[in-house]
């Protein structure tokens, strides 16, 4: 499989420094990361999706698709990740294939003629739950080229993140316009192929191959050959079969049979709805599986003050700090398990 359709590289070297830490509040986010490392966490990133801002909608908290730093939420944030990059630490934000119309990048791509199209020949605008975004349109190259430059390396790479979720790519419609011309019904499974490209390609313009990592939930024949990472997707802050946290090694099992060498999820998962809160319990247990995949990392959630988080509670936080250990101690392993993917 991997010899017809790619091979991911090797992971970065820094990410064997321990756990990424997924945090969104704002600039609060550098104090609470302290936390993690005055209980003995192992920690090798920051990641905080909420650089650019966030949204709040009836489905929790999401955030403002206007890919670039939102100051007013992370003042000096070049020098934060700067200090942080000096104890060890990398940063890393979040990015998506769209964009909200109350942004300001949305103006300038559809003034470039960078968006879909819908049947009447006007920008597709995309109802999210509450707010508008156009797609970038991958079938055209200038976009593709645009979003790299533009966004992944000029408001992101160049302000000193290592990288970033590369959230969505399963979801173009299916009565879009694209400008190659091809029904978007056919596009849509290649489309998280032309997003993972997209990302690749501004981390080779950077010249930060194999240094700066992005993952995806989505995925397509040749996926592989771009995408250095996969994560689960959003499962459910519970125990159940088909969405909850036996899932991921469903997941995790078909992901590695199509080629995919890497594989991880959020510890403590992310969907919380009518009710349905994390257990200091599932915390704990999610933790515990993450430990013996290629990569743990943490999210809040999108109802991140409706749910426990693993820095509110002291034993849940304890556990969590021991696990990274185990993990870190495990690195040998996974470093030549990883050799062995790049290489057959």
Not at 53 to 67: A, N, Q, V, Y
Not at 133 to 148: C, E, I, L, Q, S
Not at 280 to 305: I, K, Q, S, Y
Request: aromatic share 12%.
């Amino acid at each position: 499989v991997s010899a017809r359709f790619g091979r991911q590289p090797r992971l970065p070297d820094w990410l064997y420094n321990g756990a990424i830490i997924g945090l969104k509040s704002g600039n609060h986010s550098f104090a609470r990361l302290q936390r993690y490392l005055d209980a003995g966490a192992r920690v090798s990133a920051l990641w905080c999706e909420d650089w650019a801002g966030i949204r709040t909608t009836s489905f929790g908290t999401r955030l403002f698709w206007d890919w670039r730093w939102n100051p007013a939420r992370y003042p000096d944030l070049p020098q934060r990740i700067a200090d942080l990059r000096a104890r060890g630490i990398r940063f890393m934000g979040y990015a998506n294939p769209y964009l909200c119309t109350d942004g300001t990048l949305f103006p300038e791509a559809d003034a470039l003629g960078l968006l879909a199209r819908d049947a009447a020949g006007a920008t597709y605008r995309v109802d999210f739950g509450e707010f508008d975004a156009g797609v970038v349109d991958f079938t055209n190259p200038a976009a593709g080229d645009w979003f790299a430059a533009r966004i992944l390396c000029g408001n992101m790479l160049d302000l000193g993140l290592s990288g970033w979720m590369a959230d969505f790519g399963e979801y173009l419609p299916i009565d879009a316009r694209l400008a190659n011309g091809v029904d978007a019904k056919l596009m849509h499974n290649a489309w998280p192929t032309l997003w993972a490209r997209v990302n690749a390609n501004a981390l080779e313009r950077a010249g930060r191959s194999g240094d700066a990592l992005f993952f995806m939930r989505a995925g397509f024949t040749g996926v592989q050959r771009h995408c250095p990472l996969l994560w689960a997707g959003d499962q459910c802050v519970d125990f159940s079969r088909h969405d909850g946290l036996p899932s991921v090694i469903c997941g995790a099992l078909s992901s590695g049979l199509l080629g995919n060498a890497y594989h991880h999820s959020d510890i403590g998962g992310y969907t919380s709805l009518f009710g349905n809160v994390r257990t200091p319990e599932l915390l704990m247990r999610w933790t515990e599986m993450a430990a013996f995949t290629p990569v743990m990392r943490t999210h809040e959630g999108n109802r991140p003050h409706d749910n426990l988080q693993i820095d509110q509670s002291p034993e849940v936080l304890a556990h969590f700090a021991r696990f990274t250990r185990i993990w870190c101690d495990l690195a040998p392993y996974l470093r030549a398990l990883s050799d062995q993917a790049a290489t057959t």
